[in-house]
């Protein structure tokens, strides 16, 4: 995939307006659900288990976001994920605070284990611990609450083997953005130190992921680029981390193909 | 009504600051409390049944949005339109994505059988889904998801079975709102095309519509009429969605009457 | 404490990053999430009986907010409190809506009973109902709904009795906010009368309040003239309230200790 994919996909989303089915944290809906609306899909946030069935029918992805997990909604994300397997749909999921606590990461890890088209979208310190023991590294995830503690580029091992155990793409988002597949790395250097003051920046990324899934891209390239542009050009603008959840989504309301690629630092480039 | 009661019940509102009770989605709780706190009233968020008949004995009157409805949330919310027919409070009801899953079409057709006092706040495609084939029309409704794929006009006969069927008012909100009552219609042609990409701006004006009813407006109109002018005075501050979303809240804190009246833009006008 | 001990509590808040764990109310997830990271702590929101004991193990404090209670919830909360208790953690209790319904005004209560090292932040209404006829003041709670309808003031025998019932500091919040320990009581004049047309301001500054309790203060004080300062700077800014809304997480944010101790009204001052 290089920057004219990642724009053509951009278009793709805007043209196909997808529906993207959350069963998302009760922190980030808003901010979720105005992100997917900013850049053009149409969100869906439903949670019983009387409609997923017929929501999931006319989805084109399903994101899964363990944020403010209890019993019932996780029994309700994995039916969710059996359905969206049901109807070949790609699932994102946001393992949020996993390896903070071991309902999380056992959660997280069914959710991985039942999805069959699958991208994972989390934080270094989540994505290590996700990995856990099974990476065979020496990495240990730091994570205490659902910041990140540690670098992405520590969790590169650990992505490698979730992308081997679960057949998933994996995208551990941080100061640079590193989306592993089966074909390799590619690192992203957008972004802005602010982003991480506000809530659900990340969920905001997993949900864009879901559209740019529900066109095509189940890499986590496409949407990782976008957040990471737009979020950028929103930082230059904004005073603090208020400004800035508003200024990103006026930014990818109005991102346009030509500064996307302007903007864009990746490696490998081409 | 006229635009002079428009005005008049916007000083109402202000002057006796209603506290309206809202059973609304997870996505929105945020927006539509500040909604209601921008234009002068009191919001109250409640679900348990433990406490919705004393909330309801002192609320002016009661929202009921099934955004994100569960069996549990159902029953309060049919429990709740209970002790508002009891105390003789009007009930608004958000049929958010009604016709994308049968939940949401039952769900709502439960609450407007059980409503006495009740305005229905949709768009178009929920509006004809609602009616479905009671409406005697050609018309089908096309939403799949939340978002309208309707426009206001198509869903004018569905609208006016559900004011014969249910004694209701209902206000179709989109491009054009369309006010209908058994007395007729009204058009609102207020309002901006940037309002469909901030989340629940249907919900606020739900929200805002149980504020206005509080003071005796039980068409729906006032709350449109407001709503549509000062989304249009924030959009036309806003760089995007997200500013759309704050200013909006700045203008419904500042709107004056002589704003409200010079801005609206409604037929039959008189 | 003087104006020193308020700006080094700031400087340790944003030094040692306090996870600070939230059971609060859906309205205000969001806000109080971004305030504590504007902040600069790290706010977890959890509410499962499966993870509380894991992640109270690692938390600096506990913040209970009755926002939008249910049977469900009002359990978690008082096994949060325990578990508090266990690690000796500070408990913040936000009593949302106290005395405007009996579920409210007991859980409240029952709350401040179980927490051991607890600091109880409510408007002056919500104060004098949980006090309630304890107080033995002539003093009766105005409150209906959420918004308070008493002055500080009225709320000080009640917040008094409050301290010597549960061994609490109470932190009145409103025009004035009122510091109140068995040290007696410090007055606050800072803040804008536009701070109570957003929501969940109140919420915000319980949840600053865990942050600081976590790190030392256990009066509230810090919390209060933290946010106080801030909502200032950001109302001088601000349009309306959807404006205060972000401006506060901006001024927040970039807050530094010599604009606090210039802006800092209180009284007794040293």
Redesign the interface.
Known sequence: MNTQTITAALNAVREQKP?VLNIT???????T??GL??IGA???????R??LA??MA??GALVVNI?????IWIERMLFAVELANFHCKPVVLDPV?CG?????TETSRRIAETANCLIIRGNASEIIALAGAGAGAETAANN????ALDASEAAVEAARYLVRHYGSSVVISGEADIIVTKDGEIRLYNGHVMM?????MGCTLSALTGAFAAVGDTTGLAAAAVLGVAGEIAAEQ??????L??????????LDAETLMRRLKLTPSN
């Open positions: 529906l944290n009760y922190v980030v809906m808003n901010n659900a105005n609306l900013a149409s969100p869906i946030m439903a949670h019983s009387d409609e017929e929501m006319f989805s944020g403010t997990p209890d019993r605070g903070a606590s071991s309902l999380r205490k609450g659902v910041d991480p003051f506000v809530t659900g904004s005073a603090g981390p208020g400004s959840q508003l200024n990103l989504l006026d930014a990818l309301y109005r």
